[in-house]
């Protein structure tokens, strides 16, 4: 026989839920320890009918010796009986989530602990259960406490498929449970969150009635809250990168303006090299005689020509050609070849032998 200590039975007689404090401590439950108990249906295994329990007295272990105990009352399984689902999932979360699982379970199976003012029962609940190990047909993890109504389409009108209770003792942030919740309610359930504070110090509820929203209208507001969640999570970016680049105008300003220069020097040092490439090719063609205009055609509009030209004439002259004034337009800006003379300001040319001085 197993001495794994279970607090909490069903007495089958008055199919009520009652704890060892109740056999201890209440005299209306004297001598009824004696009648027939059960473990209470969150903790018998499906494939279990039922587990017959007994109550065990409080006692000394060791009585006499170093090691003596005081052992307080408990319930336990009758030899032979099946393990129940409590001492399957030893271990694990902490035993004040459990008395908090075992208290909302007891009050709402002895319809102590009513839901928008109506106990399980006149609600149409199917099954209460305590779930640590089942899983929705979505693969999500089950609520602590799980009131189960028809499915489809003999759902509860208000709450769907049925209520999840959930308790949370440490903290969990707004979007965690924002998240858990949506998620239970596209499954098809309704939900309800306890918290700490829902508690006293002894781990009994505080509350004698739980108000929860129905599934579409919590739904509802949980999307509208969500899509607020995210406009105000935008304009809040929004607000930063404004501070951001007014923080940083100055240096962004700063950096444009080295950018500007990087490229106006890089464009005027294409400038300059693309002067030098044209200044060659009229040299080039100027020395074989060839047509001024098909070479003005090839320089740009951003490049001076005509200070270019000026530039290789004088340099012709310097190399013994002579200077006349054009009889077209009077200007100096010529140079003599020894067949022809071609005056830079109007673009004529003539044979040397017309010259006119």
Not at 62 to 74: H, V
Not at 202 to 212: F, R, T, V
Request: with cysteine; net charge negative; hydrophobic share 30%.
């Amino acid at each position: 026989m197993t001495d794994f200590k279970h607090f909490k039975v069903l007495h089958r007689q008055s199919n009520r839920i009652v704890s060892i404090f109740q056999f201890t401590k209440d005299a209306t439950w004297k001598g009824k320890e004696r009648e027939e108990l059960i473990a209470i249906p969150a903790d018998t295994p499906k494939e279990v009918k039922e587990i017959e329990m007994c109550f065990t007295h409080g006692f000394k272990r060791y009585e006499g010796t170093e090691k003596e105990q005081d052992i307080t009352a408990f319930f336990k399984r009758k030899s032979g009986q099946p393990e129940t689902l409590s001492e399957k999932r030893v271990g694990g979360e902490s035993e004040a989530h459990k008395l908090a699982k075992n208290e909302i379970y007891e009050k709402l199976y002895n319809k102590e602990l009513t839901i928008n003012g109506k106990n399980i029962y006149e609600l149409g609940t199917k099954d209460l259960t305590i779930s640590e190990e089942e899983h929705s047909d979505t693969g999500h993890s089950i609520a602590d406490v799980l009131v189960k109504f028809d499915s489809y389409p003999n759902h509860n009108l208000l709450y769907g498929l049925g209520i999840n209770i959930e308790i949370q003792f440490s903290n969990q942030n707004r979007g965690k449970t924002s998240e858990r919740t949506l998620s239970r309610l596209r499954d098809g359930w309704s939900v309800m969150w306890l918290w700490k504070e829902d508690f006293n110090d002894d781990g009994k509820l505080l509350l004698k009635d739980l108000n929860i929203l129905p599934r579409e209208k919590h739904l509802k507001e949980l999307k509208e809250k969500e899509y607020d969640n995210y406009l105000e999570e935008i304009n809040e970016l929004g607000n930063i990168l404004d501070n951001k680049i007014f923080e940083y105008k100055d240096e962004i300003k700063n950096n444009i303006n080295d950018f500007k220069s990087e490229i106006e020097s890089h464009l005027n040092k294409k400038k300059e090299e693309l002067n030098n490439v044209l200044s060659e090719e009229i040299e080039k063609r100027l020395s074989k005689q060839i047509d001024f205009e098909k070479i003005i055609s090839l320089v740009k509009e951003n490049i001076n020509e005509k200070e270019i030209i000026k530039e290789i004439v004088n340099r012709h002259l310097k190399e013994g050609y002579t200077n006349v004034k054009c009889p077209f337009c009077k200007s100096f800006d010529c140079v003599a070849y020894p067949d022809i003379i071609q005056c830079f300001n109007c673009k004529k040319r003539w044979k040397n032998e017309e010259t006119i001085n």
